[in-house]
Each structure stands twice: as C-alpha cells, then as structure tokens.
C-alpha cells in the first residue's frame, strides 16, 4: 500500500484542488473525504470510489477491479478504481465524485453475498464468587 506524492497531488488536483477534499494517511494508503464524507481511497497509485448496488455496475461497465487490499483475491466490493479516462477528466470525475459523496453520505454499503440482520449475542457467563 504505496501512494506517491506525485499522485496524491494528481488526485488532489483532478477533485479540484484541496478546497473541500481531505486526505488522510489509512494503513499506508491514503483516505479521501469530501466535507467530512469519506468517499475514496488511494493505494498503490490508484484511487478507488465508494459504491453501491446502484452505481457498482457503472464501474463493472468500463472494466474496473474491486479493491483488493492485499492482492489475494479477497476484494471489498464497496470501493472500485476509477478508470483513467474518467481520472484524467475533470468533469466527469467531478459527476462520479458526487456519486460516491450520496454513497458515502447515505449509509452502509449493500455488497453482494455479505451477511445481513443483526450481529448475534454472546452470553457471558458470571463467574460464582462462591466457588
């Protein structure tokens, strides 16, 4: 997980500077929020956008991978990279911004195959003082 300072600043220019965007340091990448929403991530050089049911096949279309953290085949569906052409221009990159901003804004991400309901509880057991 490298991000170099050259494409930091690329992404940094391409979302139109650092005006609303922030970047933080995240496990040797680097996390992008856009007013507090946390959006899109850069590693190894690339930068992957929040998605959804709704706009996971948007990116499917044009060919773009899942994240895949540790290169094992193990993706998170709910970040996909942003095509280059889509990276190199600014107004389209500012119209796929806005989605993964709504994405982020509205909540949890739905992801295929991810189990649903609610986390089961564990019961703990008291231990006797008597014994």
């Known amino acids: 997980m ?11 220019e391409q979302l139109d500077g650092p005006k609303r965007a922030t970047f933080r340091p995240m496990f040797g990448g680097v996390g992008i929020y856009w007013d507090g929403a946390f959006f899109a991530l850069i590693d190894d050089d690339c930068l992957y ?3 959804d049911d709704a706009t996971r096949p948007r990116f499917r279309a044009l060919g773009s991978a899942a994240f895949d953290p540790f ?6 569906e709910g970040y996909y990279q942003v095509p280059a052409d889509i990276l190199e221009d600014r107004d389209a990159l500012a119209q796929w911004r806005e989605s993964a901003v709504g ?5 949890k991400v739905k992801v295929p195959g991810a189990a649903t309901g609610p986390k089961p509880t564990v019961k703990r057991r008291r231990l006797d003082p008597k014994r």
Do not use: D, I, L, P
């Open 103 to 107: 994405v982020a804004r509205a909540g």
């Open 49 to 51: 956008f929040k998605v």
């Open 2 to 12: 490298a991000v170099s300072a050259s494409f930091r600043a690329f992404v940094a």
């Open 71 to 76: 290169k094992n085949g193990k993706t998170m």
